[in-house]
């Protein structure tokens, strides 16, 4: 694949990884180095019994994050990850992400961009990825040299005009593309993307204020189910690139949006996932001619794949009932906080009991919350040993779109607990 990325080009990633890692440590003091070989259930359940807290634990293994970003260049080569921060923008995340070797950042609010800039990061290094913008953040953009934009209706193009004038010109604008995406489990084309028969319209009010058109964006939705969806997309985006010419655009940039398989690559730098969804991008950059485009680079906007089974969330049972067979735990989170999309996206979440005893029996967990669907566990035959008020339960795969989308009051009591494994720091 085209394009160029900071980690394709470091000779000894293990090295630099870990030197990465070792300033995290000098900078978070409380994070916490165990061996290899500890289980997560181990590491969570020690841990909550020796710091008894009422606070929500967000356990990150910044080990496997590391291990996500090698099977990322592993599979991908120099497509370059511009980091979606409205995933997890929890501050120690964002420290660790921003201060890997080639690491750009998809920001979709000036707050997000006030985030990375704070951290350094270049103004380049950030595209505002959001195709809708208020008029602060186009004013924004105009004080801290944020070029890189996504937009996909001729309404846009015009507003950004009103509010730039003769700045305008110095935008480097992605089109947002439509995509048929309803085999996702997170669709999101009913709300975002231009049509093909509108780009003509687009194009030409974006030539009408000498606004730079420089490439195409596009996102297949969370939990793509569709094999054909890339191919599909970059035929599309292809169309469009041609329909540039016309307008005498000559645009290289391809942003394959995000919605990546989040499974862990291990040790090993493996994801088959991720390995089946780039022998379909290669195939589609060759057969739909992309592949042709001089200087053609390459980007996507991972988030998901950074923190979906890389956090595990520890919560506390605070009270126990018996009710219409089951048992029921009320536990210190619920779906205003980090299991929200329980009931917007009808996640299924699976306990694991840290403590308890005797035998499993059928049973329940529900939240604080005040209302009926603060319900955490959908199916009745969630199978648990009898705990009781102040046993400790954890969850896994809580990182993707959990703490970003809590309540600002649930946020409060949601604290990271940052630990690495020993090896990697050598």
């Not at 000559?250 to 493996?270: I, P, V, Y």
């Amino acid at each position: 694949m085209h394009g160029n990325s900071g980690l394709s080009d470091v000779a000894d990633k293990n090295a630099v990884l870990s030197a990465n890692l070792r300033l995290f440590l000098e900078r978070r003091k409380d994070a916490i180095v165990i061996d290899d070989d500890v289980k997560i259930e181990d590491f969570v359940r020690e841990y909550m019994q020796s710091h008894p807290s009422n606070d929500v634990l967000c356990f990150y293994d910044c080990t496997a994050i590391l291990n996500q970003y090698k099977t990322w260049f592993a599979v991908f080569g120099d497509v370059q990850p511009f980091y979606a921060m409205k995933c997890n923008p929890a501050e120690g995340m964002m420290d660790l992400m921003t201060s890997l070797p080639g690491m750009c950042v998809d920001c979709a609010s000036v707050t997000e961009i006030k985030a990375c800039l704070a951290r350094g990061i270049s103004p380049s290094s950030i595209i505002f990825a959001n195709p809708v913008k208020s008029v602060e953040g186009i004013s924004f953009m105009r004080e801290k040299g944020v070029w890189c934009c996504t937009l996909d209706s001729v309404e846009e193009v015009t507003k950004m005009h009103s509010v730039l004038g003769d700045d305008a010109a110095k935008c480097r604008v992605v089109l947002r593309l439509y995509v048929d995406d309803h085999h996702s489990l997170i669709p999101l084309g009913s709300k975002f993307g231009c049509r093909l028969d509108e780009v003509d319209a687009i194009l030409a009010e974006l030539k009408k204020y000498n606004m730079p058109a420089v490439g195409v964006a596009f996102h297949v939705g969370s939990g793509n189910e569709d094999e054909n969806a890339y191919d599909k997309a970059i035929a599309n985006a292809k169309t469009v690139f041609d329909k540039a010419k016309q307008f005498g655009y000559s645009m290289n940039l391809l942003d394959m949006g995000g919605g990546w398989a989040g499974t862990l690559g291990g040790n090993a730098h493996r994801n088959e996932g991720l390995e089946s969804e780039a022998r379909i991008i290669r195939a589609a950059l060759e057969t739909k001619g992309m592949s042709a485009i001089p200087d053609l680079k390459l980007i996507a906007e991972p988030g998901r794949y950074f923190n979906e089974q890389v956090i595990t969330l520890g919560a506390t049972v605070t009270h126990v009932t018996e009710r219409n067979g089951l048992v029921v735990y009320r536990v210190n989170e619920g779906v205003t906080g980090m299991f929200k999309d329980t009931v917007l996206a009808d996640l299924n979440v699976l306990p694991v009991a840290l403590e308890g005893a005797g035998k499993e029996q059928p049973s329940r967990i529900i939240g604080p919350g005040f209302t009926e669907k603060d319900i955490i566990t959908k199916e009745k035959d969630v199978l648990l040993p009898r705990m009781k008020a102040g046993d400790n339960i954890m969850f896994r795969n809580m990182g993707a779109y959990t703490m970003s989308i809590s309540s600002e009051g649930a946020r409060a009591s949601q604290k990271p607990v940052y630990f690495i494994r020993k090896s990697s720091l050598n």
